[in-house]
Nanobody, 124 residues
Framework: QVQLVESGGGLVQAGGSLRLSCAAS????????MGWFRQAPGKEREFVAA????????GYADSVKGRFTISRDNAKNTLYLQMNSLKPEDTAVYYCAGGRLASMRRDVGEYAYWGQGTQVTVSS
């Protein structure tokens, strides 16, 4: 069982930046494909960014491409999401997810492990 704990959310003005972190409990973190998803009130959970176990394959949702950067530090068992040029429509609860995946995946259903989420609020 892998436990994931997100941190770094908060309130920021439009145009600002935040860096989310996701700490994993397992030393086998380096074997897991990881992703970030978000869910706004009244909406379904949606893909934001993901990367393969090695970090060599990365994907982004079109809505965040060029503004967000996903990365991982396997030595620290930690996943990151650097969010720049934030917009009010980025407001959501952000979730970290992981799974024993062959590569980067965009589908919510592909991930077996989820964090509790961290709130990101962008004011206009």
């Amino acid at each position: 069982q892998v436990q994931l704990v997100e941190s770094g959310g908060g309130l920021v003005q439009a145009g600002g930046s935040l860096r989310l972190s996701c700490a994993a409990s397992q030393r086998t973190f380096g074997l897991y494909g990881m992703g970030w998803f978000r869910q706004a009130p009244g909406k379904e959970r949606e893909f934001v960014a993901a990367l393969s176990a090695s970090g060599g394959i990365i994907g982004y949702a079109d809505s965040v491409k060029g503004r967000f950067t996903i990365s991982r530090d396997n030595a620290k068992n930690t996943l990151y999401l650097q969010m720049n040029s934030l917009k009010p429509e980025d407001t959501a609860v952000y979730y970290c997810a992981g799974g024993r995946l062959a590569s980067m995946r965009r589908d919510v259903g592909e991930y077996a492990y989820w964090g509790q989420g961290t709130q990101v609020t962008v004011s206009s």
